[in-house]
């Protein structure tokens, strides 16, 4: 088990190798000079010559990803060109919202979509699996700011049973913090629990079909005990996997359900970074975001074992 | 199809298995009516796609005024007789906007489709059939995987200039990994099967290997693969260009008509509202397509998923 984790994290050092040299060389494959794409269209040549030189535009390109990896390495994300504050430190300044936010969306997102798959599984072609597959294919076809306005209106405006926008440190008291989070994890997660409760219901059926289940089923044990203990154990593996996958649904849809409830986030950052052309910032962002997504595959591909004793490697 | 035996209400009693009617109660229906009524979700997906496709084409006819003209006078009008869907803050007829920007949602959504399969085809097919190119391969496609396309789409557009074709070309990188992945597990799999076995021993060369025998039967996963991509640009497209980071705000897209309603979304939901409900009418049909599509290809999943 310690063999295969170790492992499986140093399988991961290429992959985070090449994202780090993508993200890195992102800024020399666009077309034109780097330093005139990062000073904008109101730069002046001062500022495109300051740049440059920031960047070791003179020096080979190998030798530049070198320096920034070693300082990458050491948490040194590199300048804000906006507001010359570190990118580690902005970074840091918005970490909690995005993370409150990411965390309630995942566990809500579990706790709906998963019971809701194995429904529509145990009542396979009847009106409520229907209702349900219809559900998800509109949580696939609804983009993720029409839910938040949508949801925002009715239930902040109209009814006035939650707050509208902003976000309040969890600091200031938990029920504060959840009650400002509730509407964007909904929106957040709306395509999030239609994507797990698809591959539940999916895995839940062909589970179902297997004779221990009618073993199980003869012997008397009950319907509930029969759907969570016997068979959702043995679908949980695809369940699992689609979870930590859909994680980068999560990372894209923060930006824009950040954008729609004025959360002051990682995803706020970055918008705000692309209408500035903060380099610096985005790469810092991009490669943050990688590495988290990176990481959380990691622990869905340990927690197979715990799942399936079966699973050696 | 019978309903299967609950084995808890027949406890005790022996019952005679039904056995399921082999021969269909009627004749397939032939024709366009048959296929409509064996595959409801692929005809409700091309009706609403093919709707949205002659608005785009016929926009300048359906009743549109020109959708970038400015009124300053007749500014958030909301919707009347004269503005069916309202006006906008610049005063711009939202029905005439919302009709023009069908056209940037399809032509970004199909081109990224066509030129992300072709790519990922490629790459897919070389990977799966080159041995010692697969391996570089992958590891270039298991880095691409590890950055959230939404972010790897806007990482790239934050170097352009905002333009349709920037736009589309941001997307279809984003999309192509998964395609190439896909195709490589087919192609995979496909090597193993006796019949491309038998050609090889047959003496057929690689070129004619892969079009006569690998290349077919890429085509029906790949299609489906092409209708979710399509779906997943159109929201992309509209994401980018709602955060200020995609089309340029001067072209009618549904995404720049919900970026500029945003600030005024409390006040005049109706400039978020309108667009938004044809971009998910649009999705939905691409997606019900793609749902019908994967029902007829793989009759197998068919009950499944």
């Given at each position: 088990m310690l063999a295969f984790i170790v492992r499986r994290v140093i399988a991961t050092i290429p992959v985070m190798a090449f994202v780090a040299l993508f993200v890195f060389s992102l800024l020399y494959i666009a077309p034109g000079d780097p330093?005139?794409?990062?000073?904008?269209?109101?730069?002046?040549?001062?500022?495109?010559?300051?740049?440059?030189?920031?960047?070791?535009?003179?020096?080979?390109?190998?030798?530049?990803?070198?320096?920034?990896?070693?300082?990458?390495?050491?948490?040194?994300?590199?300048?804000?060109?906006?507001?010359?504050?570190?990118?580690?430190?902005l970074i840091a300044q918005r970490i909690e919202p995005t993370v409150s936010l990411m965390v309630v969306t995942l566990l809500l997102a579990i706790l709906i979509a998963v019971p809701l798959g194995v429904l529509a599984a145990w009542k396979a072609n009847t009106w409520i699996d229907r209702l349900a597959m219809a559900f998800c294919v509109t949580g696939f076809s609804v983009p993720v700011f029409v839910v938040g306005y949508l949801l925002a209106y009715v239930f902040a405006l109209k009814l006035d049973w939650l707050p509208v926008q902003g976000y309040t440190p969890l600091?200031?008291?938990?029920?504060?913090?959840?009650?400002?989070?509730?509407?964007?994890?909904?929106?957040?997660?709306?395509?999030?629990?239609?994507?797990?409760?698809?591959?539940?219901?999916?895995?839940?059926?062909?589970?179902?079909?297997?004779?221990?289940?009618?073993?199980?089923?003869?012997?008397?044990?009950?319907?509930?005990?029969?759907?969570?203990?016997?068979?959702?154990?043995?679908?949980?593996?695809?369940?699992?996997?689609?979870?930590?996958?859909?994680?980068?649904?999560?990372?894209?849809?923060?930006?824009?359900?950040?954008?729609?409830?004025?959360?002051?986030?990682?995803?706020?950052?970055?918008?705000?970074a692309i209408l500035r052309r903060d380099y610096p910032v985005?790469?810092?962002?991009?490669?943050?975001?990688?590495?988290?997504?990176?990481?959380?595959?990691?622990?869905?591909?340990?927690?197979?074992?715990?799942?399936?004793?079966?699973?050696?490697? | 199809m019978t309903k299967p035996l609950d084995p808890t209400e027949t406890a005790g009693l022996v019952v005679a298995p039904q056995l399921p009617d082999i021969l269909p109660d009627r004749k397939p229906l032939k024709g366009v009516v048959g296929f409509c009524r064996r595959n409801p979700s692929i005809a409700i997906g091309a009706f609403l796609l093919a709707i949205m496709f002659v608005m785009a084409i016929a926009a300048p006819y359906l009743w549109t005024v020109d959708p970038t003209a400015l009124a300053p006078?007749?500014?958030?009008?909301?919707?009347?007789?004269?503005?069916?869907?309202?006006?906008?803050?610049?005063?711009?007829?939202?029905?005439?906007?919302?009709?023009?920007?069908?056209?940037?949602?399809?032509?970004?959504?199909?081109?990224?489709?066509?030129?992300?399969?072709?790519?990922?085809?490629?790459?897919?097919?070389?990977?799966?059939?080159?041995?010692?190119a697969d391996s570089l391969i992958m590891r270039v496609i298991d880095g691409m995987m590890s950055i959230p396309p939404i972010l790897l789409a806007i990482a790239l557009m934050a170097l352009t200039r905002g333009s349709v074709g920037n736009v589309i070309i941001a997307i279809t990188i984003a999309e192509i990994p998964r395609v190439a992945r896909l195709v490589r597990g087919v192609v995979l799999t496909l090597r193993e099967q006796p019949y491309v076995e038998a050609a090889i021993a047959a003496g057929t060369r690689t070129p004619m290997l892969i079009l006569r025998h690998i290349l077919p039967n890429t085509f029906a996963p790949m299609s489906v693969q092409a209708t979710y991509i399509c779906a997943s640009a159109m929201i992309v497209e509209a994401i980018l260009s709602f955060i200020g980071a995609g089309i340029p705000p001067t072209i009618p897209s549904w995404g720049n008509i919900m970026a500029d309603g945003r600030t005024l979304w409390q006040v005049k939901p109706h400039i978020v509202m309108f667009p938004a409900i044809f971009l998910s009418i649009t999705v939905l049909a691409v997606n019900l397509v793609g749902d019908g599509l994967r029902d007829v290809l793989d009759p197998r999943m068919a009950k499944k998923i």
């Amino acid at each position: 088990m310690l063999a295969f984790i170790v492992r499986r994290v140093i399988a991961t050092i290429p992959v985070m190798a090449f994202v780090a040299l993508f993200v890195f060389s992102l800024l020399y494959i666009a077309p034109g000079d780097p330093a005139a794409v990062i000073a904008g269209d109101q730069a002046t040549p001062a500022d495109v010559e300051r740049i440059r030189q920031g960047l070791g535009l003179d020096r080979p390109f190998l030798v530049r990803f070198g320096e920034w990896l070693f300082r990458v390495l050491r948490g040194d994300l590199g300048i804000s060109i906006f507001t010359s504050l570190p990118v580690s430190q902005l970074i840091a300044q918005r970490i909690e919202p995005t993370v409150s936010l990411m965390v309630v969306t995942l566990l809500l997102a579990i706790l709906i979509a998963v019971p809701l798959g194995v429904l529509a599984a145990w009542k396979a072609n009847t009106w409520i699996d229907r209702l349900a597959m219809a559900f998800c294919v509109t949580g696939f076809s609804v983009p993720v700011f029409v839910v938040g306005y949508l949801l925002a209106y009715v239930f902040a405006l109209k009814l006035d049973w939650l707050p509208v926008q902003g976000y309040t440190p969890l600091s200031q008291g938990v029920w504060p913090w959840f009650e400002n989070l509730i509407l964007p994890a909904i929106t957040l997660g709306f395509v999030y629990i239609a994507l797990i409760a698809r591959i539940t219901r999916a895995s839940m059926l062909e589970v179902l079909q297997q004779d221990y289940i009618r073993t199980a089923r003869s012997k008397g044990v009950g319907q509930t005990s029969i759907l969570f203990l016997h068979a959702l154990k043995n679908a949980a593996i695809p369940v699992v996997t689609v979870i930590g996958i859909g994680i980068a649904l999560l990372i894209g849809g923060a930006v824009v359900t950040e954008s729609v409830f004025a959360i002051p986030g990682l995803g706020r950052l970055t918008v705000d970074a692309i209408l500035r052309r903060d380099y610096p910032v985005i790469q810092g962002v991009v490669l943050m975001f990688s590495f988290v997504y990176v990481l959380i595959n990691l622990l869905v591909d340990l927690v197979y074992t715990l799942i399936d004793p079966r699973i050696r490697y | 199809m019978t309903k299967p035996l609950d084995p808890t209400e027949t406890a005790g009693l022996v019952v005679a298995p039904q056995l399921p009617d082999i021969l269909p109660d009627r004749k397939p229906l032939k024709g366009v009516v048959g296929f409509c009524r064996r595959n409801p979700s692929i005809a409700i997906g091309a009706f609403l796609l093919a709707i949205m496709f002659v608005m785009a084409i016929a926009a300048p006819y359906l009743w549109t005024v020109d959708p970038t003209a400015l009124a300053p006078s007749r500014r958030t009008r909301i919707p009347s007789a004269d503005y069916w869907f309202g006006t906008d803050m610049f005063g711009r007829d939202i029905y005439s906007r919302v009709v023009y920007g069908a056209r940037i949602s399809l032509i970004v959504g199909f081109s990224v489709a066509i030129l992300a399969s072709i790519v990922g085809l490629v790459i897919g097919l070389v990977s799966g059939m080159v041995r010692w190119a697969d391996s570089l391969i992958m590891r270039v496609i298991d880095g691409m995987m590890s950055i959230p396309p939404i972010l790897l789409a806007i990482a790239l557009m934050a170097l352009t200039r905002g333009s349709v074709g920037n736009v589309i070309i941001a997307i279809t990188i984003a999309e192509i990994p998964r395609v190439a992945r896909l195709v490589r597990g087919v192609v995979l799999t496909l090597r193993e099967q006796p019949y491309v076995e038998a050609a090889i021993a047959a003496g057929t060369r690689t070129p004619m290997l892969i079009l006569r025998h690998i290349l077919p039967n890429t085509f029906a996963p790949m299609s489906v693969q092409a209708t979710y991509i399509c779906a997943s640009a159109m929201i992309v497209e509209a994401i980018l260009s709602f955060i200020g980071a995609g089309i340029p705000p001067t072209i009618p897209s549904w995404g720049n008509i919900m970026a500029d309603g945003r600030t005024l979304w409390q006040v005049k939901p109706h400039i978020v509202m309108f667009p938004a409900i044809f971009l998910s009418i649009t999705v939905l049909a691409v997606n019900l397509v793609g749902d019908g599509l994967r029902d007829v290809l793989d009759p197998r999943m068919a009950k499944k998923i």
